[in-house]
C-alpha cells in the first residue's frame, strides 16, 4: 500500500507541483492550503508523513506542527522555508518537526529525506495489541483483559475505523439497530464500560470523545485476529 502524505502550503501551484512528483516516486497525496484545514484532517484522519511550508498565510506552520503533536499526531513532519537561518530551523524542530528542507531544494532530496522518516517511523513503531475474535479478549505482552460480546463489538466497530471518529448514530445503527428497546444513550454507557476496562492499562490507544463528532479510537489500533 502506498505511503499517504498531506501537505499543507498555502500556495496551490506549490502544492499540485509536490503532489506531482510525490505520485511519479509511489506516493498517494492530500493537500490543505490552510493551518486551520490541515490540523483537523491530522487529527481525523491517518497519514505516513506530512509536508509542511514553514509560512501559512497568516499562520505559521510551527504553530500547526506544535498544535498537531500536542494533539497526539505521531506522523513524521518535514518542514519547507525559504528561511534559512539557525533560529527558524530550531523553532520548526522544536515545534515537533522531524526535519526542515530549506527552499529551493533538489526534489530528490525531499524524496530521500522522506525515505529516511519513513524507516525511523518503521522501526520504531510499537506492536499492537491482538483483539481476539476466538475468546474476546484484548492482549498486549503480559496484559489481558476479557470483553463481553457487546464490548468486543464495540472496541471492534472503532478499531476498523480508528482514526475517524463515529456519531453516536452511526454505532447504534451499526450495533444496536435492531433491538426496538435500546436507544442512543446505549452507545455511551457501553463506551464507559470499556473506558473503564481500559483504565490504567497501556494498550497503546485511547477512546477519544470528539465534540459534535462522536467517538474515535486514537492510537495504535488493535489488530483483530
Known sequence: MAARLLIIDDDPGITAALARG???????????????????????????GVICDVMLGADTGVE???????????????????????????????????DYIVKPFDFDELIARLKVQEKRAHDSRPTPAILSVADRSLRLSDMAITLTEREFHLLQTLAENAGTPLSRGKIFDTLWA????????????????????????????????QRNRGFCLDGLAPRIE
Open 22 to 48: 510525490l505520485a511519479m516516486h509511489g506516493y498517494e497525496t492530500a493537500a490543505e492550503n490552510r493551518a486551520d484545514r490541515g490540523l483537523q484532517r491530522l487529527t481525523s484522519e491517518a497519514f505516513d
Open 178 to 209: 435492531g433491538e426496538g428497546s435500546s436507544t442512543e444513550n446505549v452507545v455511551d454507557v457501553y463506551i464507559g464500560y470499556l473506558r473503564r476496562k481500559l483504565a490504567g492499562r497501556d494498550f497503546g490507544f485511547e477512546i477519544r470523545t
Open 64 to 98: 500547526l506542527v506544535r498544535a498537531a503533536r500536542a494533539a497526539g499526531v505521531g506522523a513524521p513532519i518535514i518542514m519547507l522555508s525559504a528561511l534559512s537561518d539557525v533560529d527558524h530551523r530550531a523553532a520548526g524542530l522544536e515545534a515537533g518537526a522531524d
